[in-house]
C-alpha cells in the first residue's frame, strides 16, 4: 500500500466502485427488460481487474471472458459506449454487433470480452507474440474464470507461452463456480496455480478480494514478463455476486455464502484499509461514490438515446474487402 | 392426436426420461445438466442446481441419479470424446453440448473420432451417441452463441443429423436418434425450445431419414428448417388467402435426407423455395436447391430460391438480429414471385 500516492489510491477506489456501480445498474436494466442478450456480472470481482490492470497501460493488452464489463472498465474503455453497445446501439463500443459478451476496445488493448470459455488463451499468446517479435515491452494479460481452466485451450497456451517465453500473464479468476459446478467438483487440482509447476513457469494464488494482494502478485509477474522472462500464473481466489448469467436463480448459493461474500466484499474491504491508515478521507472516497453513480446515470442517458445501427450495418466488417 | 400441449423443452426431457427409464446404458452428461455436484445442500439432498442452462434437463438426476446424470468440467473436448467412445464400448450416451458454436473447441472428437471411427475399423465398431445442441439466432445471444451450422456435421460422413421444428417432432426424433446406432447431432432451436405443442404422452419413435409434409399444397413447394418451418407455415396460410396454396416439407433429418419427399413434392408443385435460417454457402439451402436442380430440372417452372441469413456472423443489436432472420414477409414475395413470375 505504500508505494501507492493518494491519487493513485483514488484512482484505483473510482474504478473499482465504476465497475461495481455499472454492473448493479446493468443488473436493474436488465430486470426491466431495458437490455437484451446475455448478461454476465462482474461485481464482487472489482480487486482482481483493477489489481492487476493499474499496472498497465494502453498499448498493453488484455483478453477478457464472458464475464467482460470490469476488465473493459479497468483497462480504460470508455463507459458511454460499453453501455450503448450493451444497448446494442450504433454509439457502442462496437457499433451494437457484439453486445456484452463480446464488447472490446483495442485501441485500449483490450482484445475481447469472449462467448467462448477458454477462448483468450491462445489469443493472448498471439498478441504476446507480436510484442516479442517486434521487440516492444508490451505485456498481455489472460484473465480466465476457473471452469476455462478445465479447457484444453488453457493448457496450451500456458505450455506454449512457457516454451517460446512470451510477455503474457495468465490471471485466473477463481469465483468458485463454473456456472452452477463448484471448483471443488470441476478441479482436479488443490489450487489451480499449483499447475504452473507442470508449466515450469511461477504461480501464486493470493486471495482476490484483496485488491493489495492481487496488485502486488500480479506485478512481480508483469515485471518478469516485461523484462522478457516469460510468463507467470496468478491464481486470484474471490467470489461473484451476482448469477452465472442474469436470470440465473442461483440454488447453488447458500445464504450463508452470501453472508460470507459480503464480509469479504473488495470495495468495503480496500474502503476501511485506506480509511484506518489515514490515507484518504471519507469524504473523498464518498464524494467518488456520488460521481460514479452520475457517470452510469449519464451513460444510461447515453445508450437510451443513441440509435440502433442502420439495418445495411449486418452486412459490414465481415471483411476487410471481399469481391 | 392428443389434446396435451406441453413445450418443446418438456417434450426432450420427456423423451430423455422414457429412454432412460427403457434403457439403463443410456446416460446424460454435460455442462450443468445437473448443476450443484458436491454440494451438501444440492447433490446431498438429491437435487440439481440448474438442470441445464434452460432447465431442458430438470428433473432427471432425481430420478436417475448422479451415476447416469453427469456434470462435467467445461471440457467439451474431453467430454464429447468421452461419450463417443462409452458409445463404442458399450453405453448410449447423450451429451449436451450447450450452444452449437461451442462445437469449435472440441471437433476433432465428433470430427475425426466420432464420425470415422467405424469407417476406419472396418465396421467393427458402432458409436450410439447423441449430442444435443442449441442452434439459432432469435435471443440476442450474439455472435458466439447463436449460429446454426447444421451443415457442417452434414457435411461429414459418419454423422446423421437432426433439426426438429416442433414439440412433437423434437420426441419422436430425440428417441429415433438415441436408439440409433450412428452418432447423431440433434439440434434444438432456442427460439422453439419455449414454445408449445400436442406431444402425446406415451414412447413413441420417429425414424431418422424421413421428412414430413406439414401442409400439403399444389402450387409452390417451401422446403424449411427448423425454426422456419413455422414461418413457412404462416406465410403459407396468408398465401392461401391469396388462393395459393403451398406445400410445407420439413426434411427434420439433414443426414440422412429424405429426398424422395423433396422430389416428389417438385414435381408436383414445379416450384421450390428453400427456407434456412443458416448462412448462405454451402449450405443446406444450396443443397436442395442442388437436388432439386439436378434430379428434377424438366419438371421446373421456376428457378429454384433459398432464402437464408447473409453471409456474416449473427449481429447483436436487435433490429439487426431481426433482419439477419428470413422473414415470413420475405417467404410471401418469394412464393409470389415463383407463382407470378415477376
Known amino acids: ?323 | 392426436m392428443t389434446d396435451r400441449t406441453i413445450t418443446f423443452m418438456e417434450a426432450i426431457n420427456e423423451a430423455l426420461r422414457q429412454e432412460m427409464r427403457r434403457d439403463e446404458t443410456v446416460i446424460l452428461m454435460g455442462e450443468d445438466v445437473a448443476g450443484g455436484a458436491t454440494l451438501d445442500h444440492i447433490e446431498g439432498q438429491g437435487e440439481e442446481a440448474w438442470g441445464g442452462v434452460l432447465g431442458v434437463t430438470k428433473g432427471l438426476v432425481q430420478e436417475f441419479g448422479r451415476n447416469r446424470v453427469l456434470d462435467t468440467p467445461i471440457s467439451e473436448s474431453a467430454f464429447i470424446g468421452t461419450t463417443v467412445a462409452a458409445a463404442a464400448t458399450g453405453l448410449r450416451p447423450v451429451a449436451e453440448l450447450m450452444f452449437v458454436d461451442f462445437f469449435g473447441v472440441c471437433m476433432d472428437q465428433i470430427f475425426n473420432q466420432g464420425g470415422k471411427l467405424r469407417y476406419m475399423f472396418g465396421g467393427k465398431a458402432q458409436v450410439p451417441m447423441v449430442v444435443r445442441t442449441m442452434i439459432g439466432a432469435g435471443l440476442r445471444a450474439a455472435g458466439q452463441h447463436s449460429g446454426c451450422h447444421y451443415p457442417v456435421f452434414t457435411h461429414m460422413p459418419g454423422l446423421k443429423t437432426v433439426v426438429p421444428s416442433c414439440p412433437a417432432d423434437a420426441k419422436g426424433l430425440l428417441a429415433g436418434a438415441i436408439r440409433d446406432n450412428d452418432p447423431v447431432i440433434f439440434f434444438e432451436h432456442k427460439v422453439l425450445l419455449f414454445g408449445e405443442g400436442p406431444v402425446p404422452e406415451e414412447e413413441y419413435v420417429l425414424p431418422l431419414g424421413v421428412a414430413d409434409v406439414k401442409r400439403e399444397g399444389s402450387d409452390v413447394t417451401v422446403v424449411a428448417i427448423g425454426r422456419m418451418v413455422s414461418f413457412a407455415l404462416e406465410a403459407a396460410e396468408q398465401l392461401a388467402g391469396d388462393g395459393i396454396e403451398v406445400e410445407v416439407i420439413d426434411p427434420r433429418t439433414l443426414s440422412p435426407l429424405d429426398e424422395g419427399t423433396i422430389l416428389d413434392s417438385v414435381k408436383k408443385t414445379h416450384r421450390l423455395i428453400v427456407v434456412d435460417e443458416d448462412n448462405p454457402r454451402c449450405s443446406m439451402a444450396a443443397d436442395l436447391v442442388s437436388l432439386v436442380s439436378t434430379q428434377a430440372f424438366d419438371y421446373m417452372d421456376a428457378q429454384p430460391q433459398a432464402l437464408t441469413a447473409p453471409h456474416t456472423p449473427v449481429p447483436f443489436s436487435p433490429p439487426l438480429e431481426d433482419f439477419y432472420i428470413p422473414s415470413v414477409d420475405t417467404i410471401v414475395e418469394a412464393v409470389k414471385t415463383a407463382v407470378n413470375g415477376s
Open chain 1, 1 to 323: 500500500m505504500a508505494e501507492l500516492s493518494k491519487d493513485e489510491l483514488l484512482e484505483i477506489y473510482e474504478c473499482m466502485q465504476l465497475i461495481r456501480t455499472f454492473e448493479d445498474r446493468v443488473s436493474g436494466l436488465f430486470a426491466e427488460g431495458k437490455l437484451p442478450g446475455f448478461v454476465h456480472l462482474y461485481a464482487g470481482e472489482e480487486a482482481i481487474a483493477v489489481g492487476v490492470c493499474s499496472h498497465l497501460t494502453d498499448d498493453d493488452f488484455i483478453t477478457s471472458t464472458h464475464r467482460g464489463h470490469g476488465h473493459c472498465i479497468a483497462k480504460g474503455v470508455e463507459i458511454n459506449p460499453m453501455m450503448a453497445e450493451l444497448y446494442g446501439k450504433e454509439t457502442g463500443s462496437c457499433k451494437g454487433k457484439g453486445g456484452s459478451m463480446h464488447i472490446a476496445d483495442v485501441d485500449k488493448g483490450m482484445m475481447g470480452a469472449n462467448g467462448i470459455v477458454g477462448g483468450g488463451g491462445p489469443l493472448a499468446c498471439g498478441s504476446g507474440l507480436t510484442a516479442k517479435v517486434k521487440g516492444t515491452d508490451q505485456v498481455t494479460i489472460c484473465f480466465f474464470g476457473d471452469g476455462a481452466s478445465e479447457q484444453g485451450t488453457m493448457h496450451e497456451a500456458m505450455n506454449l507461452a512457457k516454451i517460446w517465453k512470451l510477455p503474457v500473464v495468465f490471471v485466473c479468476e477463481n469465483n468458485g463456480f463454473a456456472e452452477s459446478t463448484p471448483v471443488g467438483y470441476h478441479c482436479s487440482a488443490k489450487d489451480i496455480s499449483d499447475r504452473a509447476t507442470a508449466y515450469n513457469m511461477p504461480g501464486f494464488t493470493v486471495d482476490g478480494t484483496d485488491f493489495f494482494a492481487v496488485h502486488e502478485a500480479a506485478g512481480e509477474a508483469i515485471a518478469r514478463a516485461r523484462q522478457g522472462e516469460g510468463p507467470s500464473l496468478v491464481e486470484c481466489k474471490g467470489f461473484r455476486y451476482y448469477g452465472h448469467f442474469e436470470g440465473d436463480a442461483k440454488a447453488y448459493y447458500t445464504e450463508e455464502m452470501v453472508a460470507d461474500f459480503k464480509k469479504r466484499d473488495p470495495i468495503g474491504k480496500f474502503r476501511q484499509g485506506v480509511l484506518d491508515r489515514n490515507l484518504v478521507s471519507e469524504a473523498e472516497l464518498d464524494k467518488i461514490d456520488a460521481q460514479a453513480k452520475q457517470t452510469i446515470e449519464d451513460a444510461v442517458k447515453f445508450a437510451e438515446e443513441s440509435a440502433y445501427p442502420a439495418l445495411e450495418e449486418c452486412l459490414t466488417d465481415v471483411y476487410v474487402a471481399y469481391a
